[in-house]
């Protein structure tokens, strides 16, 4: 198993940033690849952006030339810099990860709220 714990959200202004950090426990051999969703109210979750082990990235269009998602193998850590934050990023954001050959994300972390006010 691995556990997940996400922490840096909070409330910023418009046109503002927050970085969203994420330490994975555990099992860590199994770790494949690492990723962000939000959620915001009556809304499904939504991939962000993840991250292999490799460090290929993969960006949702409306976050794209905002956000930087990033990871650091050694350490267990998880990294999603977000600049240029808009009301509509508004949401809780969780970290995930998935076995490595895995198609599904299966951990994840208890979330972080990140607010963005206009």
């Known amino acids: 198993q691995v556990q997940l714990v996400e922490s840096g959200g909070g409330l910023v202004q418009a046109g503002g940033s927050l970085r969203l950090s994420c330490v994975a426990s555990?099992?860590?051999?199994?770790?494949?690849?690492m990723g962000w969703y939000h959620q915001a109210p009556g809304k499904q979750r939504e991939l962000v952006a993840d991250i292999t082990r490799g460090g290929n990235t993969n960006y949702a269009d409306s976050v794209k030339g905002r956000f930087t998602i990033s990871r650091d193998n050694a350490k267990n850590w998880v990294y999603l810099q977000m600049n240029n934050l808009r009301p509509e990023d508004t949401a809780v954001y969780y970290c995930?990860?998935?076995?490595?050959?895995?198609?599904?994300?299966?951990?994840w972390g208890q979330g972080t709220q990140v607010t963005v006010s206009s």
């Open positions: 995930t990860t998935r076995r490595r050959g895995g198609g599904v994300y299966e951990f």
């Open positions: 555990g099992s860590m051999l199994i770790i494949g690849n």
